[in-house]
């Protein structure tokens, strides 16, 4: 009985202590995901500043969308994507839910499945994965690679856009 109610309290105690303080890799987690969001916002506001400040800019990113039975694979750097951020005239939307956070030290990855909206209207789904790497100024985008999926998509959980 003495060793069941020990194990109970230690394992309350571990418990409460998770809850009490956050972990070096919570606030990782929590960093990273920040890191893309910030870009996403960047990306509906056509923001550069946050845009620059998302990514590291020797990083590019690359989609990927089936047609037919080959693979369309087109590879764009950053500084393209802030150039298009500098062009305005963006009316994007693109949400992620149930991410998943992979991390080693300085490097991350993020897996999520997105949907993407343009002018308020239902564009595609995919999955978005990110590498991070952790700088001396913070996470940053290294690279991104995403599916681009017009038909097939389940309902996002989010439900529709915010107006849409």
């Not at 890799?25 to 056509?46: C, H, N, P, T, Y």
């Not at 239902?122 to 999955?127: E, I, M, R």
Request: charged residues 20%; hydrophobic residues 40%; proline residues 5%.
């Amino acid at each position: 009985m003495v060793r069941k109610t020990s194990f109970a309290c230690l394992a309350l105690a571990t418990i409460f202590s998770v809850w009490a303080t956050p972990t070096q890799a919570q606030e990782d987690r929590e960093a990273i995901l920040a890191k893309v969001q910030q870009f996403f916002d960047a990306l509906a506001d056509s923001d550069t500043t946050a845009g620059r400040e998302a990514v590291l800019l020797d990083g590019q990113y690359f989609r990927l969308r089936e047609e037919g039975d080959s693979l369309a694979l087109s590879r764009t750097p950053h500084t393209e994507f802030l150039r298009s951020l500098a062009a305005g005239g963006n009316d994007f939307l693109e949400r992620m839910w149930e991410p998943m956070v992979l991390q080693h030290g300085r490097m991350a990855v993020v897996w999520t499945p997105y949907d993407f909206h343009r002018a308020g209207e239902f564009s595609h789904c995919g999955v978005d994965v990110f590498n991070l790497i952790r700088t001396d100024a913070g996470w940053r985008i290294a690279g991104i690679m995403y599916t681009v999926e017009p038909t097939g998509c389940a309902p996002s959980p989010l439900g529709p856009p915010r107006g849409g």
